[in-house]
C-alpha cells in the first residue's frame, strides 16, 4: 500500500462517480461537492458504478497523485449518498482496498495450539 502522510485524514465520498473522470474532475469534484481542499493532504478516494473499481486522489504537497484499483470479484463496500464523504482510518482504507468490509472487519480463525 502507499504510505500517506500521517496526519492525512481518508475520505469516501459517498455515492457514485463517473470513473472516466481524471485528477481535474476529481479535484473540482472534491473542492464543489465535498466542500473540501483537494491540496491540502488528505485522502479522497471514489467507487465507480459497478462497484468494483476506486479511484483514490492525493496531493503530497509536491504533486497531485491519483491511484485506481479494480476488483477481480466482488464490489467494494461503500456508504449511501445519504451519508455524504465518510472519514475513514488508514487501517480502514487498506481494509477497503484489500475488498474486506471495512465497517466491520473480522479476524480469521487462529489455532489454539502450536502442536
Known amino acids: 500500500m502507499i504510505a500517506f ?3 492525512a485524514r481518508v475520505w469516501l465520498a459517498g455515492g457514485v462517480t463517473d470513473m472516466r473522470r481524471g485528477m481535474p ?4 469534484m472534491v473542492q464543489q ?3 473540501r481542499d483537494p491540496h491540502a493532504g488528505d485522502v479522497f478516494v471514489f467507487r465507480g458504478r459497478g462497484g468494483s473499481l476506486l479511484k483514490v486522489l492525493w496531493h503530497d504537497g509536491v504533486g497531485m497523485s491519483l491511484y485506481a484499483k479494480r476488483l477481480e470479484k466482488g464490489r467494494f463496500i461503500w456508504p449511501t449518498p445519504a451519508d455524504g464523504a ?3 482510518s488508514a487501517a480502514q482504507l487498506g481494509y477497503l482496498l484489500d475488498g ?4 466491520n472487519p473480522r479476524h480469521t480463525w487462529r489455532p489454539q495450539a502450536a502442536g
Open 5 to 7: 502522510a500521517p496526519g
Open 25 to 28: 474532475g476529481l479535484a473540482l
Open 33 to 35: 461537492g465535498l466542500k
Open 86 to 88: 465518510v472519514a475513514v
Open 100 to 103: 474486506i468490509d471495512w465497517r
